[in-house]
């Protein structure tokens, strides 16, 4: 009981809006090298995604992403890929988002994938021009 509440924010388009950066994945920070950064635009609910994680080669992504609010888990993130690329690996159930900069994703259907993110004033230059060069 004595502890202070944090309060957070809404899980909105207008508060996800800007760049996040993936801090850590399930409690462990990312391995040197590896990155994910995703811009989001709380006006066309687009995004725009800068990774490499999952390939030794950086890629640059788009779409489209979704909110909404389940009764039993609270915020969903959802999105999909453009160029008929498919939706996401999963659908986020979004925790934690603070108005200091950062949140909390959990897999909708594995409760053991759980991600940090905090937000950056924007996508590095150099991380731009890698994942461009590699399309």
Not at 31 to 42: K, S
Not at 88 to 104: A, F, K, P, Q, R
Request: charged share 25%.
């Amino acid at each position: 009981d004595d502890e202070p509440v944090v309060p957070t924010l809404d899980v909105t388009p207008a508060n996800l809006n800007g760049t996040w950066q993936l801090a850590e994945w399930n409690g462990q920070p990312l391995a040197e090298g590896l990155y994910c950064y995703i811009t989001f635009n709380r006006r066309e609910q687009t995004f725009e995604m800068y990774q490499k994680f999952d390939s030794m080669y950086a890629r640059y992504i788009t779409g489209s992403f979704d909110i909404e609010e389940d009764p039993y888990l609270g915020s969903v993130i959802s999105g999909e890929y453009d160029y008929w690329m498919g939706d996401w690996n999963s659908e986020y159930i979004v925790t934690d988002l603070l108005e200091s900069g950062s949140m909390i994703w959990t897999a909708k259907d594995n409760e053991s994938d759980v991600t940090k993110y905090v937000r950056c004033d924007k996508v590095p230059d150099e991380v731009v021009a890698e994942a461009r060069v590699t399309e």
